[in-house]
Structures are given as structure tokens and as C-alpha cells.
């Protein structure tokens, strides 16, 4: 053999080792894993040049029904290597980091994991082609035979393999992140890795042989004719026994095995914003009361009763200012679905929000916004204002029978519909049931590398609101309670008063109001039931809309005024750029933002930093906040009341801030002071991070914030000028 050849086959041998780490993340870590794909990337271009007279070949001679296979095969191959290869390359933290921006590294990540795993397959199937050459020299006989049965039983253990991993998803882009098992041991990873791709070559060398069985039919070759149906039903074995087997040792989960062949979100149900969609006479789920449906001009009469507000120190991802306690309300009436932008704009003359619809929900829209829309649609319809709004205060005529805010009581009660868990559907929500970031659903970040554990699995991430009634109401009659925009409710935010059971309005001096709900953007855990967000009567976000409520009866319960201490924003004295990075892309952010402003910096830094492994500081994050640590911040800051206004950065962890931002707020006294938020994030924006720094700094003025996907890329200065602007900083 030629010197040539025997390079050529060394190579396609270092191709097909690299390729079988390259799909074990979890074995090679991601500094290695990147180098692997640049020498995998330059072993392919050296392939391909050694290869170059295949390419002299193609418009030349006959072609039958094996040979386009053989070149579509090839063609796709040669696509999927270079997506892969450029995906990844544009998110690549050390390898090619000068690439990041090339694509938006949300979609990168997308198009690499989707596109990696069809190189795999592709791969193996044009290993699979070439399966003849090896073949033809092993010796005829009861060998062969053995081989063949062989290879078969291994082609199902790997089919089976390949199942269990639900990489079918990955492919489909129905899972945007790899769930992987970082506790196997490296040999099993590798050696599986590589049974799934003798899986799809010897299943695509079984297909081979049928098409060149079929070919030959022409000719009247009753053997081949044989040889066709046997081939045709060893595929169907391979994956028949392959699909059977992975769906016993799974417990017969179908959608396990079928889940990839369903869009997300194709079985939820659109409802027209109209009386005839609303159900009269829902079927509850078990262990939920019935409730009376009444319903009017789209509004549900709730009958009155009493429940138990807040969470059980049992239910995961609980916070303390859940405290359970049993409330007592009286009847009243909530729209079946979250305010339109159509009926905003027919009242207000205008409509504030981002993602623009007639049928959409309203969003972008401030509590003080919300109240004024209440007021005026009672109005518009001959109803009396419920509302008197005075500076700093607001007056609630308990006794008038318009359009209101519901309290944070009855919202959570509406919600609930008689049940106790952590969501009306009894059972945790997936991405076809709710409008959140479903690649995230309730309890993925303590099984992030095993998700199938979870009740939910990772679904469909839409990145907007949809229309308002688009999935399935709870057993009350009630839409999107979970998930698509956030609904404000009248209350201040704070401890509860336990000892205010009888229709409780919350506390009538404060500096943050709540809102309820989640919205498109956040995990399912911060969807719960009993979840509660907070944020200044100012604050706008494409997340935050608002559902009306009224009186069904007088009721007698007077007035009662509220004021809004809120702290006055502050730009006129000393800044100090405060932030928190663990890959970079926060402080790029904060160095740039002191290139503009001229602003003091602080980088937080901890005695105890996290691990510089990717996937292991993912583990560590979730921990922290499960458990709410205060990891020690090694450096101070001193004379921090020179400071009026501190811009504070931060990256999006699991929804929310890194710990070490709640150490820093608690560590100091930041009364009266300005706060302006930034945050790097990967595609959920702020998350409910906005709602952590309120809750943490009540009374500071929260400004503002800034969102930056990863680094920002080459929109950053100009992004971080507008910001600035905004919040009247030049």
C-alpha cells in the first residue's frame, strides 16, 4: 500500500478517536473539548485535500440510485462538519474566543449541539458505506456469519443507547443544552460513544446493500432479491429491538421515545378572547375543590372561602417570605385572561409594550400605569373608580364596585384553584402547558445533567409572549396564571402579617409592589404558586402585564391608603462601577462602562472562588442558591458613603444573581443610594434578578438596567451609551 494510503487511513482512524471524545463533554472538560474541535477542524481539511480527487469524480460516469446516496451522504457530511465547527468556534471561551459575536451565542449554541450530533450520525453512516471494503477481505463461512450476528446485537444495544440519551431531541432542537452523566466513568462514556456509531454504520451498511440489492432487481437476480429482504429486515431488527428495549428499561415512558417526533407546544390549545372559550363547567383535577365558573364579559366570579397562602417549608425552591398561613376572602371577579394590548390601547389611547399584538398581553407597563388603567376603564364603562391618586399615595375605596388590581390573596388564591401544589396543574408545567423558559422547567438545576428524574422535561423556549388563552385554563377557568407576562397585584411587598387572615391588603407603606406569576423568560421555579416578585412602582419590563379583578358584592370594607416611599433617584455625586464576573463577560461590560463614565471600580472577589470548570461551577451556583449561602467576598470596599450611585453587574445565574452580589448588598448600607443594574446573560435578560436586588436594597432606588447577551459583542459601547442616557447619567 502506498505511502498516501497508509496516511490516509491513519488519519480517518485519528478523525474517528477525536470524534468520540469530542462527544463526551463530560470526559474532556472544556478547555480540551474546544482544542479536540480545532484539531478534529484541521484533520478534516487535511482529509479533504488528501481526498481531492474525489471531487475530479463527481461529474463524472453513471449515476444509479447508490451512488447519489453515496454523494448526498458526503455533501451532508461536509455541511454539518463546517456548522459544527463554526458554531462552536463562535462560542469558544478559550480555543477561538475572538470569534465570539460571529453569531448570537444563544443560537450558536443551538446549531452546535443540533448540528454536532447529525455530524455523529452522518459520520457513522458514512463510515457505514465503506463497511464492503472491510468486509470483503474477512474470510466466507460460519465467520462471517458470527460476525454479522455480532454486529447486529451490538447495532441494537447501540440504537438502544442512543434513545436513552434522547439525542433524537438535541437533533430536533426540542433540548437546547446536553444533559450529560458526569458521574460515569470515562472508559464506559467512550466505549458507548462508540457503539452508537458502529450502531449507524452498520445499520447504514445494511442499508447499502439493500439499495445495491434494488438496483440489481433489474437484472432478475433472484438471489438479490433474497439479499434485499434479509437486509431490509435487519435494519427494521436493529431499530425495532433497538426501540422496543429502550422503552422497557424505561418503564414504557412513550414520551420518552416519542417526545422528539412532537413539536413542543404543538398540543397547546389557542383560545379566542371571547365568552364562548371559557369554560362554564371545568372538570377539576384531583384533589382540587369546584369552583363556581360564573362568568361575565370574560370575567370569572370566584366564589369566596378560605386557603392557605404561601408555601410548605417541604416545597424545593421555596423562599422565606412564603410563610404559610391561612387566609379568608370574599367573592369577587377576575378577568379569564391577562389584559390585551388591543383593550389597553381602546382606553389609554397608546400601548407601552415591546412585543406588539392585539391579542398578546399587555406588558411594559408600571404599577402607577396599571392603576390609571383601572380607573379609566371603570369609568368607560359607568363603573365608579376605584382609585384616588395623590403624590406618593394612592387611596383604595374598598366598597366601589370598578376594575382593580387584585390583592396578592387573591391573586395566589385564583391561581391555586384548590390546590396545594407548587402549580395549579398539580404536576410541574412543561413548555406545552405554559409560555417560560422551557428549557428550564421546575427543578432542572439540581438535575441539570440528569433531567430524567424531572416531571417536566426541557421544552420549547419562544422568547416572546403568545397570544393570551393559548394553553389549557386551570379548574377555575382562569389563563396563563403561570407563565407569559407577570401580573402586578396591589400589595407592597414585605413580610407577611400572619395575624391578617380576613381579606389582607398587605401593608400600607412601602417601597416595592408585588407582582405574581413568571412570565415568558423565567424558570419554572419561579412560576410557582406561592413565588413572589417585587419591584418599584416604576418599573417597566416586556415580562410585567397586569389581570383585572372587581367586587362581585359590597362588601363594606372602607378605604385604605397606601404611600410609596420609594427612594428618589440620585445622579449628581460620586459613582462606583460594583461587579461580579466569572467568565469575563460582566467585567468587559464594567470596563467599557468605565471608559464612559470615568466611574471608580470594584471587582468582587471571593475567599473561596468558584471552580473554573464550566460545569461544575453550574452545580455550585444552583447549590448556593438553593441554600442561600453568603460566600465571603475577600476584598472591601472602603468609605462607601462617598458614593451616591452604584452600577452593579452581574451574570444571570439560574434566573437570578450569583450570591456574592446578595453578600455585597447585605454588607453594606446602601439607604437612599442609586442602583443601576447590568447583567450578561445567555437568553433569559434580567431573569428575576431585579427581584433579588429589590428584595435585598428596599431602600435604594433601583434604576434602569441593562441587559447584555454574553459579551455584548460590537453593539456594546453604543448599548451601554443609551443605558447610561436612560438613566440620565451622560
Request: aromatic share 12%; charged share 20%.
Amino acid at each position: 500500500m502506498k505511502a498516501k494510503h497508509i496516511t490516509m487511513r491513519i488519519i480517518d482512524l485519528i478523525m474517528t478517536g477525536n470524534l468520540l471524545f469530542l462527544m463526551a463533554l463530560q470526559v474532556t472538560r472544556q478547555l480540551a473539548h474546544e482544542w479536540i474541535g480545532i484539531a478534529m477542524t484541521v484533520l478534516f481539511v487535511v482529509h479533504h485535500i488528501f481526498n481531492y480527487k474525489y471531487y475530479k469524480t463527481i461529474f463524472k460516469g453513471k449515476y444509479n440510485f447508490f451512488r447519489v446516496f453515496q454523494l448526498l451522504i458526503s455533501v451532508l457530511l461536509l455541511a454539518s462538519f463546517v456548522l459544527t465547527a463554526f458554531s462552536g468556534m463562535t462560542m469558544s471561551r478559550f480555543a477561538t474566543p475572538f470569534m465570539n459575536g460571529f453569531l448570537k451565542a444563544s443560537d450558536a449554541r443551538k446549531i452546535h449541539l443540533a448540528i454536532s450530533y447529525w455530524s455523529y450520525v452522518l459520520m457513522g453512516v458514512h463510515i457505514g458505506l465503506h463497511f464492503g471494503i472491510i468486509t470483503a477481505k474477512l474470510p466466507k463461512g460460519i465467520f462471517r456469519t458470527i460476525s454479522a450476528v455480532i454486529m447486529t446485537g451490538i447495532s441494537i444495544w447501540g440504537f438502544m443507547l442512543f434513545l436513552n440519551a434522547n439525542i433524537f431531541n438535541y437533533m430536533f432542537m426540542q433540548t437546547h443544552f446536553a444533559f450529560l452523566d458526569y458521574e460515569k466513568a470515562a472508559w464506559l462514556v467512550i466505549l458507548e460513544n462508540f457503539i452508537m456509531l458502529i450502531s449507524w454504520a452498520f445499520t447504514a451498511y445494511l442499508l447499502s446493500l439493500f439499495i445495491k440489492s434494488i438496483t440489481a432487481m433489474g437484472k432478475k437476480d433472484k438471489k438479490k432479491i433474497v439479499f434485499t429482504i434479509l437486509y431490509a429486515v435487519g435494519i427494521v431488527v436493529i431499530m425495532g429491538v433497538g426501540t422496543l428495549m429502550h422503552f422497557v428499561t424505561s418503564g414504557g415512558s412513550e414520551s420518552s421515545i416519542l417526545a422528539w417526533n412532537t413539536p413542543a407546544g404543538n398540543t397547546s390549545q389557542t383560545a379566542e378572547n371571547d365568552n364562548s372559550k371559557i369554560r362554564t363547567e371545568n372538570g377539576s383535577p384531583d384533589n382540587t375543590e369546584q369552583n363556581n365558573t360564573e362568568v361575565k364579559d370574560n370575567y370569572v366570579l370566584i366564589e369566596g372561602g378560605s386557603f392557605m397562602m404561601g408555601s410548605p417549608e417541604t416545597e424545593n425552591w421555596r423562599i422565606s417570605d412564603e410563610t404559610q398561613h391561612e387566609v379568608t376572602l370574599s367573592d369577587f371577579y377576575i378577568s379569564a385572561y391577562e389584559i390585551t394590548q388591543a383593550e389597553y390601547l381602546s382606553v389609554m389611547g397608546d400601548n407601552p409594550s415591546v412585543f406588539q399584538g392585539d391579542s398578546l398581553p399587555l406588558e411594559n407597563i408600571t404599577w402607577t400605569q396599571a392603576v390609571e388603567f383601572a380607573n379609566k376603564k371603570s369609568s368607560a364603562e359607568g363603573l365608579t373608580p376605584v382609585y384616588q391618586i395623590a403624590d406618593g399615595s394612592v387611596t383604595w375605596n374598598r366598597d366601589a364596585n370598578g376594575y382593580r388590581l387584585p390583592t396578592e390573596a387573591e391573586w395566589e388564591y385564583a391561581c391555586r384553584a384548590g390546590t396545594a401544589t407548587p402549580f395549579n396543574t398539580q404536576k410541574s408545567l412543561d413548555a406545552t402547558q405554559a409560555n417560560f423558559y422551557g428549557h428550564y422547567p421546575y427543578e432542572i438545576e439540581e438535575n441539570y445533567f440528569d433531567d430524567s428524574v424531572l416531571e417536566a422535561r426541557p421544552g420549547e423556549y419562544r422568547q416572546t409572549t403568545v397570544e393570551v388563552g393559548s394553553f389549557e385554563p386551570n379548574a377555575w377557568g382562569l389563563y396563563d396564571c403561570h407563565g407569559n407576562v407577570n401580573e402586578w397585584c396591589w400589595d407592597f411587598y414585605g413580610e407577611y402579617d400572619t395575624s391578617d387572615t380576613n381579606n389582607p391588603a398587605g401593608t400600607k407603606i412601602g417601597t416595592r409592589h408585588i407582582y405574581r406569576g413568571g412570565g415568558w423568560n423565567d424558570f419554572g421555579k419561579n412560576m410557582r404558586s406561592a413565588y413572589r416578585a417585587a419591584g418599584s412602582s416604576e418599573l417597566k419590563s416586556s415580562n410585567l402585564g397586569i389581570r383585572l379583578v372587581r367586587n362581585a358584592s359590597k362588601n363594606e370594607l372602607g378605604k385604605v391608603t397606601i404611600k410609596d416611599e420609594s427612594v428618589k433617584p440620585t445622579n449628581t455625586g460620586k459613582m462606583l462601577i460594583v461587579y461580579y464576573s466569572w467568565s469575563g463577560n460582566t467585567r468587559g461590560a464594567a470596563q467599557e462602562i468605565q471608559r464612559q463614565t470615568g466611574a471608580d471600580i470594584f471587582e468582587i472577589e471571593l475567599v473561596e472562588p468558584y471552580s473554573a470548570d464550566y460545569n461544575t461551577v453550574l452545580m455550585q451556583a444552583q447549590e448556593a442558591q438553593h441554600r442561600q449561602d453568603r460566600p465571603a467576598i475577600s476584598n472591601r470596599i472602603d468609605n462607601m458613603e462617598q458614593y451616591d450611585t452604584i452600577i452593579l453587574g452581574y451574570p444571570n445565574w439560574w434566573a437570578s444573581i450569583p450570591m456574592p452580589i446578595a453578600t455585597f448588598l447585605e454588607s453594606y448600607d446602601l439607604s437612599g443610594k442609586t442602583i443601576l443594574p447590568f447583567c450578561s446573560h445567555g437568553g433569559g435578560r434580567f431573569g428575576q434578578s431585579l427581584t433579588a436586588i429589590s428584595k435585598l436594597a428596599p431602600d435604594s432606588y433601583l434604576g434602569e438596567g441593562l441587559s447584555i447577551h454574553y459579551s455584548g459583542g460590537s453593539s456594546l459601547s453604543d448599548d451601554v451609551e443609551n443605558w447610561l442616557k436612560t438613566n440620565g447619567i451622560n
